[in-house]
């Protein structure tokens, strides 16, 4: 980002899951491109993961209609397995997913540097629906 000082953004949710299972959804590529979406109308027909320190991910978003897409991706600079990841975006954004163990549920906080083209609002709204879209999918595929 141009400014100094970067504004945070924090999405959270509690999902009714164990740790282990939470992380294996978020991270592998399979699973992915199962939940990586704000709305009905995008989807993830793409994913790839190379989860260590200084590996990179990129996720292929679309709108289902092919009227637009884009890939969104980084490198990790952080990797502790079942607790923390933090990466730096392909523009230079840092973001950090905290993963916290609340007996047979975890807590999933994810903050990131606002980028500085839309309203915070916006930006807030579309990562907060996709931490409920992954709440859901990991819900749902733990009560099958």
């Known amino acids: ?25 978020w991270t592998e590529p399979k699973h992915i491109m199962q ?9 993830t027909p793409h994913a790839e993961n190379d989860l260590k320190v200084g590996g990179k991910f990129v996720s292929r978003m679309e709108a289902k209609d092919g009227s637009f897409g ?18 730096t975006l392909g523009d230079g954004r840092k973001v950090k997913i905290d993963f916290i163990s609340q007996d047979d549920q975890t807590r999933v906080i994810e903050s990131f ?10 930006q807030q709204a579309g990562w907060q629906a996709i931490l409920d879209n992954f709440k859901k ?5 733990n009560n099958k």
Not at 70 to 87: C, P, Q, T, W
């Open 113 to 122: 540097e606002a980028e500085e083209t839309q309203a915070i609002e916006i």
């Open 1 to 25: 980002m141009a400014s100094g000082n970067p504004v945070i953004i924090t999405v959270e949710t509690v999902i009714h899951s164990p740790i282990e299972m939470v992380w294996e959804y």
């Open 70 to 87: 884009f890939d969104f991706g980084g490198v990790y600079d952080e990797v502790s397995v079942n607790e923390r990841i933090s990466y």
């Open 35 to 43: 939940w990586n979406s704000a709305s009905d109308d995008w989807h």
């Open 137 to 141: 999918y990991v819900e749902n595929f």
